[in-house]
């Protein structure tokens, strides 16, 4: 062991023999068992005889070839899909380079065709239509759906009649605020074959950046539900909307439609308030009109959706992805990633109001006529087992989902999981932080029965699909690490001059040339697109993560280097912390007699951490305020917040609820702080920038590594701030 060693992917010396040699099933320790690096987990033999890439070697060939020849490698996966008509001479054409001027990616211009046709008229003309395309799981279990391509197909024509009907036109957007029922993915697919831009905006932000978002895309039409539940709390989504509309009104944005579907197990159309000549139901309408609907053909490069997102200052961005090169891209790296045959069931834990859930739950799927599981609920609810009764009901191969999930299942305790069959299970993947190693060594040998490979795929809602991931058949993976580049991406792990390191090495993580997912702006502000990913390393996409490879060259994420909070966070807070205790859901229930707020779950959840900073001051008692991400032992990173108040008012225990209910109503009550550390002043440089390295470290209780205080403004600052620690 630990023979398997190469500098980078594309000259590895490969020692292949040590697979075959090895047991199979097993959890293989390389060298003195001393460091994760040396730890690897092989693929079984049986896994491996089937897979789509076997071996390393086959990788390596493709991976080659992606690379010296991309435009030949994806032009050949390109042709798969339908296209009304090919692409141009030039597959691609990119400059990632600002002193070269700006930039610009394109892929297949010229090629006309429609990404709603591929996944769903393609299928049904080569004889899938009678395959299940979603099987749909309520909150409540019992509560279940689902449909066929064939009958997906005609619901999402009918959509589309409803919305060229109202005026929605080829490039208009339109704004989308569902649950995870089947219409979510329905309007995607819906927008797509009419040429509309979805903007999917995750059903649970609040009002205001609900009104944000739209103000910034001024749809053409809003599409939302009356309410939904989430495990026993009955949240009331129509409200929000309306709020939000009235509040974009306010700007002179006035939205003339609001479809909203009726979604009776949450609650009837009577109770729901309603604006007549602008709400209207789904059912009295949509139904109604024709199903089938002509295609829109699009450029490959005309836009396909926008997504906020959280960068580092308040103001989110509209990462915009277009239609043909992130086709090409989530199909073919959910092919890849998941090693996806036919006969597959997959489950994505993620929402749609996510990057996840529009790559790989809606388009990546549906394009490869995958079987889809469309989850409303909450993954612990009733109870922690309901996803192994969830994997069971349907035979599920593939299971996506996130560390936080697998962290709070694991501290629930295994006998949730193995009162359950799970032998269905092929694959299972993590998103959306790095997965510790003791999550990920209980998820593979606990949930995978120590069968099935672990795909840790990194990539972030800018990058459309993933960049680093295993080849669940192709070579052993280390706890905690993504392994290595998918086809035709090139990671550079630069120093903080920009020069690329080589072998061995720490620092961050950055892409050179384009992929087909890359996205291409942010809406209407392509200089912050150049100026947040592009100048930070010239001639560098930069993702704002930091990253070692190691001496094998797997590659390590370590979390983002800038301002931004990975917040992981779905769980059964905060029967989380009674469940270290040991106690049942239900014992908790006894205790505390209130039922456990249940999130819903999720892939991520991306805070900036001048979004919350910027809600926090918004607080009439609060005169300012510095955010910071600590370690979370749920969540992966939790939210610490520190605030200054206006002169002359009190600390008290009823201010700190209204501070976090300003973030709640603000933004989502996902942003909520976890802690909110009372500061009689903030640690500034002479310049007035906060010192948020010495705010990490007193969050985290690393008050011996505070490093130098001497340029600080007023260093007394920091022994006030470690006073208040407790408080
Ligand atoms: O920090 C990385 C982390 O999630 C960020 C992207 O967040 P978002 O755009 O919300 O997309 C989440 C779903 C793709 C990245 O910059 N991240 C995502 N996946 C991983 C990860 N960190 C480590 N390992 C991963 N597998």
Not at 448 to 470: K, L, N, V
Request: aromatic fraction near 12%; glycine fraction near 8%; include cysteine.
């Amino acid at each position: 062991n630990g023979i398997w060693r190469h500098p980078c992917p594309m000259n590895m010396n490969v020692v292949t023999s040590s697979r075959s040699s090895c047991p199979i099933n097993a959890v293989v320790l390389g060298e003195a068992l001393a460091s994760e690096e040396s730890e690897l987990v092989f693929p079984s033999k049986d896994f491996s005889g089937q897979a789509m890439v076997a071996s390393l070697e086959k990788y390596l060939e493709m991976y080659k070839r992606s690379i010296e020849d991309p435009a030949g490698f994806w032009s050949d996966i390109a042709s798969q899909f339908y296209w009304k008509e090919k692409w141009g001479k030039q597959v691609y054409s990119e400059n990632l380079d600002v002193r070269k001027g700006d930039i610009k990616i394109e892929w297949f211009k010229g090629g006309i065709t429609n990404i709603c046709y591929n996944c769903l008229d393609r299928n049904v003309e080569t004889g899938n239509g009678d395959k299940i395309a979603i099987y749909w799981e309520g909150n409540e279990p019992g509560s279940d759906g689902s449909l066929t391509y064939s009958q997906l197909l005609q619901k999402v024509c009918q959509l589309a009649n409803y919305l060229k009907d109202v005026g929605v036109k080829k490039g208009d957007a339109v704004v989308v605020y569902l649950p995870m029922l089947m219409e979510l993915p329905i309007t995607m697919l819906a927008c797509a074959r009419i040429g509309a831009i979805h903007s999917v905006v995750f059903a649970g932000f609040s009002s205001e950046s609900l009104a944000q978002r739209i103000m910034d895309c001024k749809p053409k039409a809003v599409i939302t539900c009356n309410a939904v539940k989430r495990g026993p709390k009955v949240i009331y989504l129509k409200g929000i909307v309306d709020t939000a509309l009235a509040e974009s009104a306010k700007s002179g944005i006035s939205i003339d439609v609001c479809l909203t579907y009726e979604n009776q197990s949450a609650m009837m159309r009577g109770e729901t308030k309603w604006q007549e000549g602008r709400d209207i139901w789904w059912q009295d309408v949509v139904p109604k009109y024709p199903t089938t609907c002509e295609v829109e053909w699009v450029d490959a490069e005309d836009p396909l959706f926008l997504l906020y997102t959280s960068g580092s200052t308040g103001k989110p961005k509209g990462v915009l992805h277009t239609t043909g090169g992130y086709m090409v891209y989530t199909a073919t790296t959910f092919k890849y990633a998941f090693d996806y045959k036919p006969s597959d069931v997959y489950w994505c834990t993620a929402d749609c109001g996510w990057i996840t859930g529009h790559s790989y739950v809606t388009y990546g799927p549906m394009l490869n006529g995958a079987t889809v599981i469309v989850f409303e609920g909450a993954p612990s609810y009733p109870d922690p087992g309901r996803c192994w009764d969830i994997v069971d009901k349907y035979k599920v191969t593939l299971f996506y989902t996130a560390p936080t999930l697998v962290r709070s299942l694991m501290r629930a305790g295994d006998e949730y999981v193995t009162r359950y069959s799970r032998k269905s299970l092929r694959v299972l993947g993590s998103v959306g932080e790095p997965i510790n190693p003791s999550a990920w060594r209980w998820f593979f040998n606990v949930v995978g029965d120590s069968r099935c490979p672990i795909s840790d795929t990194w990539w972030q809602t800018e990058t459309g699909g993933f960049m680093i991931t295993p080849l669940p058949g192709a070579w052993p993976q280390k706890p905690g690490s993504a392994t290595f580049p998918f086809f035709g991406v090139q990671p550079a792990i630069v120093d903080e001059k920009g020069l690329k390191l080589e072998g061995e090495c720490s620092g961050y993580l950055c892409v050179k040339s384009s992929w087909p997912g890359a996205f291409r702006t942010l809406y209407g502000d392509h200089e912050r697109y150049e100026t947040t990913y592009f100048k930070p390393f010239p001639g560098y996409y930069f993702s704002g993560d930091g990253c070692s490879r190691d001496k094998d060259g797997y590659y390590w994420l370590t979390g983002r280097v800038d301002d931004v909070i990975n917040v992981r966070y779905h769980s059964y807070l905060p029967w989380a912390a009674y469940s270290k205790m040991k106690l049942s859901i239900w014992d908790f229930v006894f205790i505390t007699n209130k039922f456990p707020v249940i999130r819903t779950c999720g892939s991520g959840h991306r805070i900036g951490t001048a979004e919350v900073e910027s809600a926090l001051v918004s607080h009439p008692q609060c005169s300012e305020a510095a955010v910071v991400g600590v370690e979370h032992e749920v969540k992966g990173q939790g939210i610490y917040a520190f605030v200054t108040l206006a002169d002359g008012v009190p600390y008290s225990e009823e201010l700190r609820k209204s501070l976090v209910v300003t973030v709640r109503k603000q933004i989502g009550a996902f942003a909520a702080p976890d802690k909110i550390h009372w500061a009689p002043g903030l640690p500034k440089t002479r310049s007035g920038k906060i010192m948020r390295r010495i705010l990490r470290k007193i969050a985290s209780r690393q008050l011996d590594e505070l490093g130098d205080t001497s340029t600080l403004a007023d260093p007394s600052v920091v022994d006030q701030l470690i006073a208040l620690s407790d408080s």
